[in-house]
Nanobody, 114 residues
Framework: VQLQASGGGSVQPGGSLRLSCAAS????????MGWYRQAPGKQREVVASITVGGSTYYPTSVKGRFAISRDNTNNTVSLHMNNLKPEDTAVYYC?????????WGQGTLVTVSS
């Protein structure tokens, strides 16, 4: 499985960004899709996930600001990020689980700064 992430960039506090991750396989064969981030000097953490049944998870730090969605037609999972804060600055990675194996996309940098 190959994952191609896109959409990172720089934004001011309070701004919005959308990240996308395109999978090389049919999305219906994937039972878990998630977005993680890793800030300098910190461990990688999950920021959003969605199962094949549509159940979502968000940690408290992003709940109400981030939204994950699946596009079954284009085999894509997206992360909509609103009201971004400087502490959201990190490299963001998409991750999928398919047939018991996890796959990672390349990271995309999000910088929130005034």
């Amino acid at each position: 499985v190959q994952l191609q992430a896109s959409g990172g960039g720089s934004v001011q506090p309070g701004g919005s960004l959308r990240l996308s991750c395109a999978a090389s396989v049919n999305i219906f064969s994937i039972d878990f899709m998630g977005w993680y981030r890793q800030a300098p000097g910190k461990q990688r953490e999950v920021v959003a996930s969605i199962t094949v049944g549509g159940s979502t998870y968000y940690p408290t730090s992003v709940k109400g600001r981030f939204a994950i969605s699946r596009d079954n037609t284009n085999n894509t999972v997206s992360l909509h990020m609103n009201n971004l804060k400087p502490e959201d600055t990190a490299v963001y990675y998409c991750n999928v689980r398919r047939r018991g194996y996890h796959y990672w996309g390349q990271g995309t940098l999000v910088t929130v700064s005034s």
